[in-house]
């Protein structure tokens, strides 16, 4: 029974070590990456789900208010003070939104499947109860970004590391130029393969028995060499991408997250100015100045208003999550700034 020991003396089984070390330190960085791609897509789709709760809430309003419109114009069509087309319209209106909430819903479904995909539940074992009094909030933001949170992004920690990777093929590359031997005992008796290397003529002695053969390989090591080092550029081109990616990432959720905030402040005046003319224009059909085109004009703005601004509320929530994992996750507020 014998054993064997080969020294390190060039350092090329340390270089080895270090680059596996490199390797498996840039998977998990690429795991975390994964894991929070897939956390930022749950909360975006969560957001959305119950951005359509609110929908549903506005669209059954708005159904229940063009009944008591289809009520009114079916009121004076009876007594001959309004034309059928007036009936005819706010039956078209009334359908329409019914079928709008019939496809809310069914999207609504969609978004919860895909929960209960990423929360690692079958689909039609997960259900989510709808809350139409949902109230939306959006993540408090630091007022200022440091750039040293982008050194907790997972991917560009996996690129860093794989710079390290490709830094120790290099190495292990270039100690293969050197002579490489073996100790080695048995039971019994004790012998070393480095006693041949001191048995080797002088001239050979100069250059090492293995040196010596490597300097008559093909170029094998040369190109093996030449392989590493244009692996480690190539690695170090991909840092910096990535790096200035994630740069770009975070500038533009920033801008986005502020022009999203005026954006909202917009639309909730948009609303609040389209539910009056609404209101104004229902009052003065009932009174019989205007036709009921107007009516249905209005009523369309306002309900269009009033998903702009569930919709703009929702932007907001899911660029604050875009912009968490562009920052390569959470932080506490003293790392903000």
Same mark, same amino acid.
């Not at 063009?66 to 039956?91: E, F, H, M, T």
């Not at 080695?184 to 293995?210: E, H, I, K, N, T």
């Not at 770009?248 to 959720?253: A, I, L, S």
């Not at 948009?270 to 100045?289: F, H, K, V």
């Given at each position: 029974?014998?054993?064997?020991?080969?020294?390190?003396?060039?350092?090329?089984?340390?270089?080895?070590?270090?680059?596996?070390? &490199?390797?498996?330190?840039?998977?998990? &960085?690429?795991?975390?990456?994964?894991?929070?791609?897939?956390?930022?897509?749950?909360?975006?789709?969560?957001?959305?789900?119950?951005?359509?709760?609110?929908?549903?809430?506005?669209?059954?309003?708005?159904?229940?208010?063009?009944?008591?419109?289809?009520?009114?114009?079916?009121?004076?069509?009876?007594?001959?003070?309004?034309?059928?087309?007036?009936?005819?319209?706010?039956?078209?209106?009334?359908?329409? +939104?019914?079928?709008?909430?019939?496809?809310?819903?069914?999207?609504? &479904?969609?978004?919860?499947?895909?929960?209960?995909?990423?929360?690692?539940?079958?689909?039609?074992?997960?259900?989510?109860?709808?809350?139409?009094?949902?109230?939306?909030?959006?993540?408090?933001?630091?007022?200022?970004?440091?750039?040293?949170?982008?050194?907790?992004?997972?991917?560009?920690?996996?690129?860093?590391?794989?710079?390290?990777?490709?830094?120790?093929?290099?190495?292990?590359?270039?100690?293969?130029?050197?002579?490489?031997?073996?100790?080695?005992?048995?039971?019994?008796?004790?012998?070393?393969?480095?006693?041949?290397?001191?048995?080797?003529?002088?001239?050979?002695?100069?250059?090492?028995?293995?040196?010596?053969?490597?300097?008559?390989?093909?170029?094998?090591?040369?190109?093996?060499?030449?392989?590493?080092?244009?692996?480690?550029?190539?690695?170090?081109?991909?840092?910096?991408?990535?790096?200035?990616?994630?740069?770009?990432?975070?500038?533009?959720?920033?801008?986005?997250?502020?022009?999203?905030?005026?954006? +909202?402040?917009?639309?909730?005046?948009?609303?609040?100015?389209?539910?009056?003319?609404?209101?104004?224009?229902?009052?003065?059909?009932?009174?019989?100045?205007?036709?009921?085109?107007?009516?249905?004009?209005?009523?369309?703005?306002?309900?269009? +208003?009033?998903?702009?601004?569930?919709?703009?509320?929702?932007?907001?929530?899911?660029?604050?999550?875009?912009?968490?994992?562009?920052?390569?996750?959470?932080?506490?507020?003293?790392?903000?700034?």
């Amino acid at each position: 029974m014998g054993a064997s020991w080969e020294p390190d003396l060039w350092g090329r089984i340390r270089r080895n070590v270090e680059g596996a070390s &490199a390797q498996a330190d840039s998977s998990a &960085a690429d795991l975390a990456s994964a894991r929070l791609a897939a956390q930022g897509e749950l909360a975006a789709n969560y957001f959305q789900l119950r951005e359509s709760d609110i929908e549903t809430r506005l669209l059954q309003a708005t159904v229940e208010a063009y009944q008591r419109s289809l009520k009114i114009a079916g009121n004076r069509y009876a007594a001959s003070i309004a034309p059928k087309s007036d009936v005819l319209q706010a039956r078209t209106q009334l359908a329409n +939104a019914q079928a709008n909430l019939a496809d809310l819903g069914q999207q609504r &479904a969609q978004l919860e499947h895909a929960i209960a995909v990423l929360v690692g539940r079958a689909p039609a074992d997960f259900a989510l109860t709808p809350d139409p009094a949902w109230h939306a909030s959006v993540p408090e933001l630091p007022p200022s970004v440091a750039s040293d949170l982008l050194q907790r992004r997972p991917d560009i920690a996996s690129a860093e590391r794989r710079v390290a990777a490709a830094n120790a093929q290099v190495g292990a590359a270039q100690a293969a130029f050197f002579p490489s031997f073996t100790l080695s005992a048995s039971r019994g008796g004790g012998a070393s393969q480095l006693g041949r290397l001191f048995d080797a003529p002088s001239s050979l002695w100069s250059l090492g028995v293995a040196l010596a053969q490597t300097l008559f390989d093909g170029g094998a090591r040369r190109a093996g060499r030449d392989a590493a080092r244009a692996g480690y550029d190539q690695s170090v081109a991909l840092y910096r991408q990535t790096a200035l990616t994630a740069f770009q990432d975070v500038e533009n959720q920033l801008v986005a997250t502020n022009v999203l905030v005026e954006r +909202a402040r917009l639309f909730a005046q948009a609303s609040q100015s389209a539910d009056e003319a609404e209101r104004i224009a229902l009052n003065r059909y009932q009174a019989g100045l205007v036709a009921y085109t107007d009516v249905v004009v209005a009523q369309a703005t306002a309900l269009s +208003a009033r998903q702009s601004l569930a919709q703009a509320t929702r932007d907001r929530q899911t660029t604050a999550v875009a912009l968490i994992q562009a920052l390569g996750g959470g932080w506490h507020a003293e790392q903000g700034g």
